[in-house]
Nanobody
Framework: QVQLVESGGGLVQAGGSLRLSCAASIRIVSDYVMGWFRQAPGKERELVAVIRRIGGNTYYTNSVKGRFTISRDNAKNTLHLQMNSLKPEDTAVYYC???????????????????WGQGTQVTVSS
């Protein structure tokens, strides 16, 4: 059974940084499509960043480009999201997700992921 556990969330002032981590129970980080999503109160869950299973190409939603970096540590089976220059609008619960197979389109939609973590809260104060 695949389990994903996020960590690293917290309260930070605007302009600050946080590094989120997602630890997987089995070896999937190097072999699956891995993504970070977020959901703010009253809003739908949205894609933040995703990394391909082969080649390591990445995708970022426009609002985080240049500020966030997705990466994976295959040896530790862990996915990371480095978040810099944080803004109050980045406040949300952040989730990592995994999809077993590639999709013909890129990036996969929210509903196409197979496994989800429980989420970690990120709060950015102004």
């Amino acid at each position: 059974q695949v389990q994903l556990v996020e960590s690293g969330g917290g309260l930070v002032q605007a302009g600050g940084s946080l590094r989120l981590s997602c630890a997987a129970s089995i070896r999937i980080v190097s072999d699956y499509v891995m993504g970070w999503f977020r959901q703010a109160p009253g809003k739908e869950r949205e894609l933040v960043a995703v990394i391909r299973r082969i080649g390591g190409n990445t995708y970022y939603t426009n609002s985080v480009k240049g500020r966030f970096t997705i990466s994976r540590d295959n040896a530790k089976n862990t996915l990371h999201l480095q978040m810099n220059s944080l803004k109050p609008e980045d406040t949300a619960v952040y989730y990592c997700a995994a999809r077993v197979a590639s999709t013909p389109h890129w990036p996969p939609t929210v509903s196409e992921y197979d496994y989800w973590g429980q989420g970690t809260q990120v709060t950015v104060s102004s």
